[in-house]
C-alpha cells in the first residue's frame, strides 16, 4: 500500500472525459503494486475468519533492507509464512520445484521456502527454542491450479482454499504455544526492525480512497463496454431484420 500510494503521489486527479469513461487512475509504475495490495488484503480477509485459537500478523518488515513478509499465521498447525500472488483469471501449473503462470517459471517456491527458513531462524532466536515455519505460496483468484506432481519447499494453495487448508493441518501446538509465539512475532525487534514511524491506520485509509475510485473507473469502462456490445447487437438484429 505504501508504495503504491509513493507512486501516485503527485499524479493529477482525472477530470472530464477521462473520469466518464472510466481511465484507470493508476500510474503504470503502480499497478503491479496495486495488484499486490488488493491481493494481500483479500487474502487477509480470509484469514480474518479462523477462530480465535490462531493468530495472524500482516505486513512484517524484517531486516534493513526493505524485505517483508505478506503475512505471518501461528494456531494449532503450527507456524506458516504466507507469500500471497495476485494471478486474478491466471493459469497455474505446478509440479514439484516448478511453479509457471502462463507458462512464464516464476520462483515462488524457492522465495517462499527461503522466507520461512528465515522466519524460523529468527522466531527460534527470539524464543530461544527451535520453531519451525512452513512457507506457503497464496495464489489469489487464478483461473486454473494444475497440479502434476505435489510442490517442493513451500506448500500452494488459492485464497479461496486457505482456511480449509491450514485447519486440516496436523496439530503442532498446544493453545499456550501458540499464544507465546504470536507474542514473540508481534515484536518489532524479532524480526531485526523497528516500529513504524507511519501511521497503518492512515496508510490504510489513503488506499482505501484510492481502491474505491479504481474500482468506479473499472465499473465505468464496462458499462462503456456493454453499451457499445448492446448498440452494436441492436444494429446487427436491425440489418438482418430488413
Request: net charge positive; glycine share 10%; charged share 20%.
Amino acid at each position: 500500500m505504501v508504495e503504491t500510494l509513493r507512486l501516485q503521489s503527485g499524479t493529477p486527479r482525472r477530470r472530464g472525459l477521462a473520469r466518464l469513461f472510466g481511465a484507470n487512475p493508476l500510474t503504470p509504475e503502480a499497478r503491479s503494486w496495486y495488484a499486490g495490495a488488493v491481493g494481500e488484503m483479500r487474502v487477509a480477509r480470509a484469514l480474518a475468519k479462523l477462530g480465535p485459537e490462531w493468530h495472524v500478523l500482516h505486513s512484517i518488515p524484517v531486516g534493513t533492507r526493505g524485505a517483508d513478509i505478506d503475512h505471518v499465521v501461528i494456531g494449532p498447525g503450527g507456524v506458516f509464512t504466507l507469500n500471497t500472488k495476485n494471478h486474478a483469471g491466471k493459469d497455474i501449473w505446478v509440479a514439484g520445484s516448478v511453479l509457471m503462470v502462463n507458462g512464464q517459471h516464476q520462483r515462488y517456491l524457492r522465495n517462499s521456502a527461503h522466507e520461512a527458513a528465515r522466519a524460523a531462524k529468527l522466531l527460534s532466536a527470539a524464543a530461544g527454542r527451535n520453531v519451525p515455519v512452513r512457507g506457503v505460496v497464496v495464489l489469489v483468484a487464478p483461473r486454473k491450479v494444475t497440479v502434476r506432481r505435489f510442490a517442493e519447499g513451500a506448500a500452494v494453495v488459492t485464497d479461496a482454499q486457505l482456511r480449509r487448508w491450514l485447519a486440516k493441518q496436523a496439530k503442532a501446538l498446544e493453545a499456550h504455544d501458540a499464544d507465546a509465539l504470536a507474542a514473540v512475532a508481534a515484536e518489532p525487534s524479532t524480526w531485526g526492525h523497528e516500529a513504524p514511524a507511519d501511521d497503518p491506520s492512515a496508510t490504510r485509509m489513503s488506499f482505501g480512497a484510492l481502491h474505491t475510485e479504481v474500482m468506479r473507473a473499472q465499473g465505468r469502462r464496462l458499462a462503456w463496454a456493454a453499451g457499445a456490445a448492446l448498440t452494436l447487437l441492436g444494429t446487427a438484429a436491425g440489418a438482418w431484420l430488413r
